[in-house]
Nanobody, 115 residues
């Protein structure tokens, strides 16, 4: 069973930065894509950023220019660098991995941005 373990969340002031990490228990190149989602209280889970096997990235409009998704194939880890954080970025952030016919989720890490 694939395991995804997120880390790096925390409390930060508006305008600050955080870097989230997602360590996979298997070779991340085996996934069609990996992504970061977030869910704020009372809201639906939404896609924040995605990186495909080929290295193509996509971002939600709300984070373009502020967040960067990257990966380290040697260490089977995906990162989300978050700059210029805003209070509306407060949410639980989840790592996601897609294979044909299957999807995997991490346990989530809390990000809180104070104004």
């Amino acid at each position: 069973q694939v395991q995804l373990v997120e880390s790096g969340g925390g409390l930060v002031q508006a305008g600050g930065s955080l870097r989230l990490s997602c360590a996979a228990s298997t070779n991340i190149f085996s996934f069609n894509a990996m992504g970061w989602y977030r869910q704020a209280p009372g809201k639906q889970r939404e896609l924040v950023a995605l990186i495909t096997r080929g290295g193509t990235t996509n971002y939600a409009d709300s984070v373009k220019g502020r967040f960067t998704v990257s990966r380290d194939l040697t260490n089977d880890t995906v990162y989300l660098r978050m700059n210029s954080l805003k209070p509306e970025d407060t949410a639980v952030y989840y790592c996601n991995a897609l294979q044909i016919g299957d999807t995997f989720w991490g346990q989530g890490t809390q990000v809180t941005v104070s104004s």
